[in-house]
Structure formats: C-alpha cells, structure tokens
C-alpha cells in the first residue's frame, strides 16, 4: 500500500503514443491513472499504445485491472497495446497471473 506522500503521475507523449505512469498502482490510484490514460487514448492517433511502467514501485489487483481496462479501451479503437517497460513489481504479477504475453511481457 502507498505511503501517504507518495504520488502517482501519468506522463503522455503523443508523438510516441506513450503514457509513463510512476509511482504506487493501488486501489487508491488505480482509477484516476486509468481515466488520465483513456483520456490520452481517446486523444491519440496512432495504432499502438506505449506503456512505460517502469516507475510503478507497487501493483496491487486494483492497479492490474486499471491495466487490463487500459487495453481494453485501446484494443476497442483499433490499437495494440504494449509494456515498453516495466518495473519488478509490475513483472513479477503480470508473470504469476499469465498476463505477461499478451502486453508484450516474457
């Protein structure tokens, strides 16, 4: 669980069709980082989405759907989604839950 001074952030760079989150994915965050990046994605033209997760210092099953959700919404407007980065964490529970391959992960 976060620590009550942590953030959690959301960068995007169109021009490379990539969103860098940083900081706890948890059930605190989860929510707003996944709005920020449909947000993104409803502003994007381009045919893959870039995760850059290698600032996510905690994952919780919260943050992992916000993740599942993220694709979701971008597989619905014709883009592949991909982890151009990721941290241990993220690695580590998209490897126990088998979801590692289908963001470009193993």
Do not use: C, K, Y
Request: aromatic share 2%; no cysteine.
């Amino acid at each position: 669980m976060a620590r009550p001074d942590e953030t959690t952030t959301v960068e995007t760079d169109p021009a490379q069709g990539l969103a860098t989150i940083r900081g706890p994915l948890e059930l605190a965050t989860a929510n707003d980082v996944r709005a920020q990046v449909v947000v993104f994605i409803d502003a994007l033209r381009a045919r893959e989405l870039r995760l850059d997760l290698s600032g996510v210092d905690f994952i919780d099953s919260r943050g992992l759907g916000a993740l599942l959700r993220i694709r979701q919404s971008a597989e619905a407007r014709g883009m592949a989604v991909s982890v151009t980065h990721a941290s241990a964490a993220v690695r580590d529970l998209l490897d126990r839950t088998g979801l590692g391959g289908s963001f470009g992960i193993g």
